[in-house]
């Protein structure tokens, strides 16, 4: 059940991120989620959109570097202690979160939506769904 997130590697200079937002823009894609890591050379944008196949097609026509990654999306109980939960079970099973960001739901504000990259994740959605974790498929994330 995981969810194809896009990944978009962007030189790291002024105006870059702007050109590819633009492009984004340009080509209808409507943004669900975006996480920004950088380095002195280069960034990684993560991006989970509305029409990932649509975003892939935009990203490629307009020069940029992307790939898909599987990645999880959790709804997380939007209460003290939500996060640390879902930590914890993954932690306890051994699983490896490599990066996780949050996406704003705005329709219920009784959950939040988790992206996790981790280790392993058919091992990460069996030990989540068996303690009762919702998980997220696209469309779901798509209709935000």
């Known amino acids: 059940m995981s969810v194809k997130q896009i990944s978009v590697f962007l030189e790291n200079r002024p105006g870059c ?3 590819m937002t633009k492009a ?3 080509g ?3 943004l669900r989620g975006l996480s920004l890591a950088e380095t002195s050379d280069f ?3 993560r991006l989970i959109v ?3 196949l649509n975003t892939a097609t935009v990203l490629k026509s307009a020069g940029f570097v992307s790939s898909l990654t599987d990645v999880l999306a959790v ?3 939007d209460t003290p202690g939500g996060l640390h939960r879902v930590l914890e079970l993954l932690s306890e099973a051994d699983i490896n979160v490599e990066y996780m960001y949050a996406i ?3 329709k219920n504000s009784e959950i939040a939506y988790m992206i996790f990259r981790v280790n392993d ?3 990460a959605e069996s030990i989540l769904k068996s303690h009762g974790i919702k998980l997220v498929e696209q469309a779901e994330l798509s209709a935000i």
Do not use: Y
């Open 43 to 45: 960034g990684i944008v």
């Open 17 to 19: 991120l702007c050109e």
């Open 75 to 77: 709804a997380v109980s």
């Open 28 to 30: 209808g894609v409507d």
């Open 104 to 106: 704003l739901s705005g």
């Open 24 to 26: 984004l823009a340009d």
């Open 50 to 52: 509305n029409d990932v």
């Open 121 to 123: 994740n058919a091992k």
